[in-house]
């Protein structure tokens, strides 16, 4: 079946650079995509979405850009701290059902200082 | 956690007891969602509710049931707990189909003896 994935299982930055962490889909009908993030023990928190009539969607030191040609996403974020350290993951919902999104299995960001 | 909570946090149980999860919300949202994480898979839901008494199987249902008799609590039910059920177990919710976001509670850590 279809699924999102990570390129990367593992991601080691210094404290100050920037982060990037990848993500591709395979499901070309996806048309809304969630990264998400998660510490140790905790629950999945929402990061940033983008739709795919975007290519590019700026938060709050986060930025997802999105090329549906290649069908790959990424997040990207600046002046990584410690506190960014936790697993990463994308999720994209098929372009059917909104509510029957796939989880890639994540990405763990540690940053050293 | 978005007005989630779960209950109880962590449990231990034997092979062949029924567990029941708790997922609790205080953000009126219609759609609510039970998810397992494993090591090596991204998350996996199990069962969705659309509405009061209104759910559907995911796609890892076997084993699991589950009934949603008021908006803001959704139950998971293991109806007789086997060694492949430990797992964390998390709830999320989703306003609307127009709103794709899903917002995740802290989850709940089952073992399975």
């Known amino acids: 079946g279809e699924s999102v994935g990570l390129h990367l299982p593992t991601l080691s930055v210094q404290e100050g650079d920037n982060s990037i962490i990848n993500c591709a889909y395979s499901?070309?009908?996806?048309?809304?995509f969630i990264w998400y993030k998660q510490e140790s023990g905790k629950g999945p928190q929402f990061i940033i979405d983008?739709?795919?009539?975007?290519d590019k969607r700026q938060g709050q030191r986060v930025t997802v850009l999105l090329n549906k040609t290649v069908k790959h996403l990424s997040l990207q974020i600046a002046a990584t701290q410690p506190g960014d350290s936790a697993v990463y993951f994308c999720?994209?919902?098929?372009?059917?059902?909104?509510?029957?999104?796939?989880f890639g299995k994540g990405t763990l960001l540690t940053v050293n200082p | 956690d978005a007005g989630i909570t779960q209950s109880p946090r962590h449990k231990v149980t034997e092979t062949g007891t029924p567990v029941t999860l708790r997922c609790h919300q205080t953000?009126?949202?219609?759609?609510m969602y039970w998810y397992r994480q494993d090591p090596g898979h991204g998350l996996r839901l199990i069962h969705y509710?659309?509405?009061?008494?209104?759910?559907d199987k995911g796609e890892v249902s076997d084993g699991y049931s589950v009934s949603r008799s008021k908006t803001e609590d959704f139950l998971l039910t293991l109806e007789s707990a086997t060694s492949s059920q430990t797992s964390v177990y998390f709830c999320?919710?989703?306003?609307?189909?127009?709103?794709?976001?899903?917002?995740f509670g802290p989850g709940t850590r089952l073992t399975v003896l």
């Open positions: 953000e009126n949202h219609r759609y």
């Open positions: 983008i739709r795919s009539n975007m």
């Open positions: 509710s659309y509405g009061v008494k209104d759910t």
């Open positions: 999320a919710i989703s306003e609307s189909l127009d709103t794709d976001t899903q917002y």
């Open positions: 499901n070309s009908a996806s048309d809304y």
């Open positions: 999720a994209e919902n098929g372009g059917g059902s909104n509510y029957k999104l796939t």
